[in-house]
């Protein structure tokens, strides 16, 4: 009979490097696991896909999902496509035009990425002046800024317009509606706004929000889509008649559909 001296050796050797392999992969799994509230998948999305345990991936439109509390954790389900009518598909529709204005250096639009408000673009309810503030066509968006805790909208390229929100009357509030003013808040009443990658964040110091770059937008009684502060927990405590949104920044050259 022919004996094989080494064949333990490498027997060995194999089962080692097979643990090792086997080890590695169980930490890059661990590792790729979203934070809370943080995205987990979404069109072009290359980062974890896996959410916290008790939290679920959830897809807001095709280009963004979020890990939301509930469930047991895990990846988004399939995004879903619809009829383009010209024998593709198309994971949205829209017929809004495109803005003609470019892009400021320094600046960057701002818009919602989730239905029904998907791309609508932040700018004043009355172009340009200190007045609500809605969601609106690309056409008409607005150039924004965050200096100094200021969100600034610079309209009509000169005069800055400075976002304020109105104070809080008291506990049982839930949200709380963005203006445009000629003069920032200031003192106790001011809270600050701050870039959280792309998303706008939003926070003052007497209130504890479970989400700071929760926004509510709210149909009036004109249909003008006003932007609100949401208080309350996003997606589970969503006031009548609103819809939860993030808002994010969008720097082509122009506000697209």
Same mark, same amino acid.
């Given at each position: 009979m022919h004996k094989c001296d080494g064949c333990t050796s490498s027997i060995m050797k194999s089962v080692a490097a097979l643990v090792s392999t086997v080890f590695f992969a169980s930490t890059v799994l661990a590792q790729a696991t979203a934070p809370q509230y943080g995205q987990c998948g979404g069109t072009g999305w290359s980062g974890a896909t896996t959410c916290p345990s008790g939290w679920t991936c959830t897809v807001s439109n095709p280009y963004y999902s979020q890990c939301l509390p509930g469930g047991t954790g895990g990846s988004p389900p399939p995004t879903s496509t619809v009829s383009n009518g010209g024998g593709g598909t198309s994971t949205t529709s829209t017929t809004a035009a495109s803005g003609t204005t470019t892009l400021q250096a320094g600046y960057s639009f701002i818009r919602a990425v989730e239905d029904p408000n998907f791309h609508k673009y932040l700018q004043s309810e009355v172009l340009n002046t200190a007045s609500d503030a809605v969601l609106g066509s690309p056409a008409t968006a607005a150039q924004f800024q965050i200096t100094n805790g200021q969100l600034i909208q610079n *309209?009509?390229?000169?005069? =800055? @317009?400075?976002?304020?929100?109105? +104070?809080?009357?008291?506990?049982?509030?839930?949200?709380?509606?963005? %203006?445009? %003013?000629?003069? =920032?808040?200031?003192?106790? *009443?001011?809270?600050?706004?701050?870039? %959280?990658?792309?998303?706008?964040?939003? %926070?003052? =110091? /007497?209130?504890?929000?479970?989400? @700071?770059?929760?926004?509510?937008?709210? =149909?009036?009684?004109?249909?003008?889509?006003?932007?609100?502060?949401?208080?309350?927990?996003?997606?589970?405590? /969503? +006031?009548?008649?609103?819809?939860?949104?993030t808002i994010h920044a969008y720097t082509g050259a122009t506000a697209t559909p």
């Amino acid at each position: 009979m022919h004996k094989c001296d080494g064949c333990t050796s490498s027997i060995m050797k194999s089962v080692a490097a097979l643990v090792s392999t086997v080890f590695f992969a169980s930490t890059v799994l661990a590792q790729a696991t979203a934070p809370q509230y943080g995205q987990c998948g979404g069109t072009g999305w290359s980062g974890a896909t896996t959410c916290p345990s008790g939290w679920t991936c959830t897809v807001s439109n095709p280009y963004y999902s979020q890990c939301l509390p509930g469930g047991t954790g895990g990846s988004p389900p399939p995004t879903s496509t619809v009829s383009n009518g010209g024998g593709g598909t198309s994971t949205t529709s829209t017929t809004a035009a495109s803005g003609t204005t470019t892009l400021q250096a320094g600046y960057s639009f701002i818009r919602a990425v989730e239905d029904p408000n998907f791309h609508k673009y932040l700018q004043s309810e009355v172009l340009n002046t200190a007045s609500d503030a809605v969601l609106g066509s690309p056409a008409t968006a607005a150039q924004f800024q965050i200096t100094n805790g200021q969100l600034i909208q610079n *309209a009509n390229g000169t005069t =800055p @317009l400075y976002a304020t929100v109105e +104070p809080r009357a008291n506990s049982t509030v839930t949200k709380l509606k963005m %203006s445009w %003013s000629a003069e =920032p808040d200031s003192g106790d *009443a001011a809270g600050t706004f701050m870039w %959280s990658g792309d998303t706008v964040e939003w %926070s003052i =110091p /007497t209130i504890d929000r479970p989400q @700071l770059n929760a926004w509510l937008v709210c =149909p009036d009684a004109a249909g003008n889509l006003d932007v609100y502060i949401n208080l309350g927990a996003y997606d589970y405590m /969503t +006031p009548a008649g609103c819809a939860d949104e993030t808002i994010h920044a969008y720097t082509g050259a122009t506000a697209t559909p």
